[in-house]
């Protein structure tokens, strides 16, 4: 068993010139050594995005609000969660969804999801597909009709 104190997690960061704003990422599972299935809390400050809007082939995900608030972007439709709200993604469905946060504070939100050895990630709304092989840790990208292409954004 692996205890990881609050505070004590690798993080990952994004710059507040990504043009889906900064965050801030507490890497549980990977701290952890898990392979299994991947876990995160993530800081989402005001006017940040999580990730274009995106779909996964093969990986499940699902996010649960701890502080703050988000909007939902799902297909379009916006929904707004607050703690203790949750939203969950099956492996394959066509689904579009980010989040956004329009408050004026930040979010918190804890993010799970599963570790195929390969994922196919849609960006519909970018015209990308991200090809991903976790086994030698490659990523390569495609426009949605499978041009080699760069990565969304």
Request: glycine content about 10%.
């Amino acid at each position: 068993m692996t205890v990881i104190k609050r505070g004590t997690a690798r993080m990952d960061s994004g710059r507040s010139d990504d043009p889906l704003g900064p965050y801030t990422a507490e890497l549980i599972s990977d701290t952890g050594g898990l392979s299994q299935f991947g876990a995160f809390i993530e800081t989402l400050p005001p006017d940040s995005a999580s990730s274009f809007n995106h779909w996964h082939l093969t990986e499940d995900e699902m996010v649960l609000m701890l502080s703050g608030s988000v909007t939902l972007i799902e297909d379009g439709v916006e929904t707004t969660l607050e703690p203790g709200d949750s939203a969950t993604w099956t492996a394959g469905a066509a689904v579009g969804h980010n989040l956004r946060n329009d408050s004026d504070s930040d979010a918190r939100y804890l993010v799970i999801g599963t570790r195929a050895a390969g994922d196919r990630v849609t960006y519909p709304t970018q015209n990308r597909v991200l090809i991903y092989d976790r086994t030698t840790d490659t990523r390569r990208y495609e426009t949605l009709d499978g041009r080699p292409s760069t990565k969304p954004g």
